[in-house]
């Protein structure tokens, strides 16, 4: 494969800077189709973004023979389905995170991406940042000791959309459509993290609670999870914190140091040892997910192998399913 032409299956809000204009900036990439159930919206997208082609149907523009990958950037209960339907017509996938809206469709997508022999990635692109690869280092190199504990601090208020009638209200508040509420749409950021960091998660436990009853799905979680190494982990989030409450953090505590960093704010990482505090400023690239879209291309192309696969990914859902009580 010389050049990897993608076909875009939706193309909402993430695919205008955070992924979209990535695939067109990696050498060998291309995206040659979008598509949208509106047309209006897949006609502007293409025209915005100069791609040649739009559909209001997946299955067309999986069957579009320009086309050989396939980006899925729909709500997650579609994206086990479209997955499978590109990988069993042969054309490799890239879907958003995360993978599914269940641990079950999850397992669904890797059975058939074994049987296809048809690759599939996801976008846990936090895993290629530098602000992410620094943390990394700052762990493995041992300054902070022996890492005996880890916790997940997220609290934020209500969005102006929250507040709408339900019929009106955000995919991601709607459980059938995202797997649950917020937490299901922000903690795969947080948890696939520290999974790449420590290793899987075997057990994992959680409390989940809707306090201020604006909509179905829960508002408050907290949970305790263990990594397959005997790490003990714990979190807790909140989606209709005051505002004064408002927390991004990961704690990672060693027995001779402790560092401290956000997942979606970027704050400058705390590193505390005794040698004094820390403050570590790392830019990222003005397009997140471009250096994960790099490799899956290159990978594509014959030219490096990436790691960020549907297999590496479900354990992100299995833990969620876990803390919300699903099984």
């Known amino acids: 494969m010389k050049i990897v032409k993608w076909g875009f299956i939706g193309c909402g809000e993430v695919t205008e800077k955070k992924s979209g204009p990535a695939f067109s900036e990696v050498e060998g990439s291309m995206v040659e189709a979008v598509m949208s159930r509106s047309a209006d919206k897949a006609r502007s997208y293409a025209e915005r973004h100069n791609i040649n082609k739009w559909y209001n149907d997946a299955q067309e523009l999986i069957d579009d023979p320009d086309v050989n990958a396939v980006y899925i950037a729909t709500p997650p209960s579609s994206h ?19 993978l599914a809206a269940s641990y079950e469709d999850c397992a669904r997508v890797n059975r058939v991406s074994e049987q296809t022999g048809v690759p599939c990635f996801v976008a846990y692109y936090r895993r290629y940042l530098p602000y992410f690869l620094k943390v990394k280092d700052i762990i493995e190199s041992g300054v902070i000791g022996k890492v005996i504990s880890v916790h997940i601090h997220f609290a934020v208020p209500p969005r102006d959309l929250d507040y709408q009638h339900a019929g009106n209200q955000p995919w991601r508040l709607q459980p059938d459509i995202a797997g649950g ?128 696969t549907a297999v590496s990914a479900t354990p992100v859902n299995w833990v969620m399913d876990r803390i919300l009580g699903k099984f």
């Open 80 to 98: 086990a389905t479209f997955a499978i339907m590109a990988m069993k017509a042969g054309k490799p996938v890239y879907v958003e995170k995360p």
């Open 181 to 308: 509420g917020y937490f299901y749409d922000l903690a795969p950021h947080q948890l696939d993290l520290l999974q790449y960091f420590f290793g899987v998660i075997t057990e994992a436990n959680g409390i989940c609670a809707n306090r201020a009853g604006m909509y179905e799905a829960e508002d408050s979680v907290s949970a305790c999870f263990k990594f397959e190494n005997g790490l003990p982990g714990s979190g807790s989030w909140c989606f209709v914190a005051y505002d004064s409450a408002r927390e991004d953090r990961i704690d990672i505590v060693g027995d001779k140091g402790q560092v401290g960093f956000s997942v979606f704010n970027y704050d400058p990482i705390q590193l505390h040892t005794s040698e004094g505090k820390q403050s570590i400023v790392i830019p990222n690239p003005p397009h997140v997910q471009y250096p994960l879209i790099k490799n899956v291309v290159e990978h594509l192309q014959g030219r490096g192998v990436c790691l960020c």
